[in-house]
């Protein structure tokens, strides 16, 4: 009898320690690599507006701290915004090829940290031939004021055969963008485009900034002339530095 007992306490302790092991072993016990403190809160949805663009986000962004980061990994404003947009076309590459519309942890940080290697790898979603000027046109003012076929003018007559033409949207993501831009058979005008995933709450000197924005200057090259187009030249546009 005793060594029957001594039997089905032995059975009750390796079952018990498999379950333990399994519980160890699995989703929770994820050790956080730190990459949780790059990252800032997300914006609530009421938020996620361009008060410039008149429209909301196509997506909800994640937005990096670009303080931490520059004193962690030294990268320069344009590296940082380059991290942020790749970052965000990544995860939303994945969440369209999965019902899954959230990371694990562990997700988020093998993403950062291969993103951060291809930038650093000097990787460039955006990257522009040698020019002196670009034109760059603001999308969004076009869509919401129904006058897309002024673009589409300007193609037909050539506008954009003398400086390069960029496309910038502060609500749609760049994949986003690239739909519009197909949908529209705008192929062949051979549009650069800036999605809202490459705005940022700081500015080119790393210090928090109200709202979010872009530093074209920063970002593109202080030598290339910018010229802006918009569906109405008078309005402000905040999202965009020029400087």
């Known amino acids: 009898m005793k060594y029957l007992n001594f039997l089905v306490l032995f059975t009750l302790l390796s079952c018990g320690g498999t379950e333990l092991k399994r ?5 929770q016990s994820y050790q956080s690599s730190g990459t949780e403190q790059f990252f800032l809160a997300e914006l609530p949805d009421w938020a996620n507006l361009s008060s410039s663009g008149h429209c909301y986000k196509s997506r909800s962004f994640a937005y990096l701290d670009f303080k931490k980061v520059a004193d962690s990994y030294q990268l320069s404003y344009s590296e940082m915004i380059e991290l942020q947009a790749q970052y965000n076309a990544r995860v ?9 519309k ?3 942890p562990i997700e988020q940080a093998s993403f950062f940290s291969n993103t951060l290697e291809q930038v650093r790898g000097g990787i460039r979603s955006f990257k522009l031939p040698r020019v002196d000027a670009v034109d760059l046109i603001w999308v969004d003012s076009f869509i919401t004021e129904n006058k897309v076929s002024e673009i589409k003018s300007m193609v037909q007559k050539g ?3 003398q400086r390069l033409p960029v496309l910038f949207s502060a609500c749609l993501s760049r994949e986003s963008l690239d739909q519009w831009v197909v949908a529209n058979n705008f192929e062949e005008a051979g549009f650069y485009l800036i999605g809202a995933e490459y705005l940022s709450p700081f500015n080119s000197e790393i210090a928090p900034v109200p709202g979010l924005r872009i530093e074209v200057s920063k970002f ?4 290339i002339k910018t ?4 569906s109405n030249p008078a309005m402000k546009m905040s999202e965009l530095v020029l400087k």
């Open 159 to 161: 506008h954009f055969n």
């Open 227 to 230: 010229n802006v187009i918009s």
């Open 220 to 223: 593109i090259d202080p030598a």
């Open 92 to 100: 939303e590459k994945y969440y369209r090829s999965t019902a899954v």
């Open 23 to 27: 519980e160890i072993d699995g989703p």
């Open 102 to 104: 959230f990371l694990k």
